[in-house]
């Protein structure tokens, strides 16, 4: 019985686990097109004025935990025109931080996890050579 119930949680911290890798590989995959953006939006920015400024206008929603939402990094990442500016340098330097903040906290639980499964598995051992030895 009590074999049964730990393969239940190791099993169920098995796919903690990989949603949460899932979903740090998503978070430093927005962080990556989000630095790539900013380096577009500064090579534009850095143009000689008059060269036309083709904009862009980003609305920013905030998840409650602070985190990007998916409309807001794709509007930061694909925009559909307005105007670029040093403010757009500053959100989307924001727009990092918040990320990185997030990310933080992703890989934080993922070895939280991690470290809960690994020890979930040697209390499973453990039992096991006992039932042997027994």
Not at 9 to 15: C, E, K, S, Y
Not at 78 to 90: M, R
Not at 91 to 119: C, F, H, I, K, P
């Amino acid at each position: 019985m009590a074999t049964a119930t730990t393969a239940s949680v190791i099993a169920d911290l098995r796919q903690r686990r990989r949603d949460t890798r899932r979903e740090l590989a998503r978070v430093r995959w927005w962080r990556r097109l989000v630095r790539a953006r900013r380096d577009l939006a500064v090579a534009f920015v850095a143009e000689p004025i008059g060269a036309g400024n083709a904009g862009l206008e980003l609305s920013w929603e905030a998840l409650a935990a602070g985190a990007p939402t998916t409309s807001e990094l794709s509007g930061a990442v694909w925009p559909e025109g307005s105007a670029l500016s040093f403010g757009t340098l500053e959100e989307l330097d924001d727009l990092d931080a918040r990320l990185a903040a997030y990310e933080s906290r992703v890989a934080s639980t993922l070895d939280n996890v991690t470290g809960q499964m690994v020890r979930a598995m040697a209390r499973a051992h453990a039992v096991e050579m006992e039932i042997e030895e027994a």
